[in-house]
């Protein structure tokens, strides 16, 4: 699988994010949506997950976060639970609202996704609830 995917179809975007954390159901896997402005398109990005206890958590290189969102719009961090359903957890909830960016949890119990919007969201909303509507 490449570490990255463009595409206007937000289908496409959705099954790479299930391959990627399908495809690594030993630890959690992490990942960025957003819209590349000059090709109008969705991209999503593999990210390397850095935690020390990646089974139960994930933690994303902080210059790769940045070189992402200088890149794209950033819409989202997406990450996978491989214990649970797709509940977000209090770290992700503290996370997500620290970074103003919504989480996108997808667990492999219920093959199913979660998207916490934090209280003040930075990202595009309308391009957002494109993403929202699809993942339900």
Same mark, same amino acid.
């Given at each position: 699988?490449? /570490?990255?995917?463009?595409?206007?179809?937000?289908?496409?975007?959705?099954?790479?994010?299930?391959?990627?954390?399908?495809?690594?159901?030993? /630890?959690?896997?992490?990942?960025?949506?957003?819209?590349?402005?000059?090709?109008?398109?969705?991209?999503?990005?593999?990210?390397?997950?850095?935690?020390?206890?990646?089974? /139960?958590?994930?933690?994303?290189?902080?210059?790769? @976060?940045?070189?992402?969102?200088?890149? #794209?719009?950033?819409?989202?961090? #997406?990450?996978?639970?491989?214990?649970?359903?797709?509940?977000?957890?209090? @770290?992700?909830?503290?996370?997500?609202?620290?970074?103003?960016?919504?989480?996108?949890? #997808?667990?492999? /119990?219920?093959?199913?996704?979660?998207? #916490?919007?934090?209280?003040?969201?930075?990202?595009?909303?309308?391009?957002?609830?494109?993403?929202?509507?699809?993942?339900?």
């Amino acid at each position: 699988m490449d /570490n990255q995917i463009k595409h206007r179809s937000l289908n496409k975007i959705k099954d790479f994010i299930i391959t990627h954390c399908i495809n690594h159901m030993a /630890n959690e896997v992490c990942g960025l949506v957003g819209w590349d402005e000059a090709e109008s398109k969705y991209v999503a990005s593999i990210e390397k997950n850095e935690a020390q206890d990646p089974k /139960n958590f994930f933690v994303l290189n902080p210059a790769a @976060f940045l070189k992402f969102k200088n890149s #794209y719009s950033l819409l989202g961090v #997406y990450h996978s639970h491989i214990i649970g359903d797709e509940s977000p957890s209090e @770290f992700d909830i503290k996370m997500s609202e620290a970074c103003c960016i919504p989480f996108i949890v #997808y667990s492999l /119990n219920t093959k199913k996704f979660h998207i #916490y919007e934090p209280h003040h969201n930075d990202s595009d909303v309308k391009l957002f609830a494109r993403i929202k509507e699809k993942l339900k």
